[in-house]
């Protein structure tokens, strides 16, 4: 399991027996310019360093890859399209608690959705890839969308459908594991619905 490499026994795959850990570091280095980490540290190197160490959501390997990188490690059969959800879903209950980014979680239907991604993963290229979508526009099917809106939380509003941009990324391989808070009706610069109360900075929490 992705836990227990992650434990770092001999950083050898417990699945595959590959020195996952290693080629993950080296990866990480590759794509590293395509990152937001990479692309900040091109311009503030020492402001990233200092908050890489105080954010929250970056505190294992998997966080720092992009999803071509773990796209690609899916293929390469050297990571299961489970376990990069399980990691996902690991750093979510670890930090939201504490940031409130996360408001719907549908953890149980990401896990189907990556057993079935396994079986697609040479015609998607994304097959497996964790992903949240914004309580806004982008709604998905069978999942709630408030917007922001205490009025549609009170009703319970789920939608009936995927729109035409979630249908594209499920196409496309990624696996939604929740959906992240909104201001009301997506019309603010910051996030503070009064339905889900304020999201705050992974950055710098207070």
């Known amino acids: 399991s992705y836990a227990a490499w992650h434990s770092g026994a001999k950083n050898t795959c417990p699945m595959t027996g590959s020195r996952f850990a290693a080629s993950v570091r080296a990866r990480r280095r590759r794509v590293s310019s395509f990152t937001t980490a990479g692309l900040m540290g091109a311009v503030w190197p020492g402001v990233v360093r200092k908050r890489h160490l105080r954010c929250a ?3 294992d390997d ?25 990691a996902a879903i690991a750093r979510i209950e670890a930090v939201d608690g504490r940031l409130n980014a996360v408001i719907h ?18 015609a998607a290229p994304f097959a497996g890839v964790p992903f949240l979508v914004k309580d806004a526009v982008c709604h998905t099917a069978g999942d709630p969308f408030h917007a922001g809106m205490q009025v549609l939380k009170d009703a319970g509003w789920t939608e009936p459908e995927d729109t035409w941009l979630a249908a594209r990324f499920r196409a496309a391989g990624f696996v939604i594991v929740g959906k992240t808070n909104t201001p009301e009706l997506a019309t603010s610069v910051t996030t503070e619905p009064r339905a889900y109360g304020p999201t705050h900075n992974p950055w710098d929490e207070t």
Not at 62 to 83: K, N, Y
Not at 105 to 122: G, I, L
């Open 62 to 86: 998997l966080a720092f890859l992009d999803a071509t990188a773990q796209s690609d490690l899916v293929r390469r059969g050297e990571l299961s399209a489970a376990e990069l959800v399980d």
């Open 105 to 122: 979680r549908r953890f149980e239907r990401a896990h189907a959705e990556a057993a079935d991604a396994a079986t697609s993963r040479d």
């Open 57 to 59: 959501l970056v505190t």
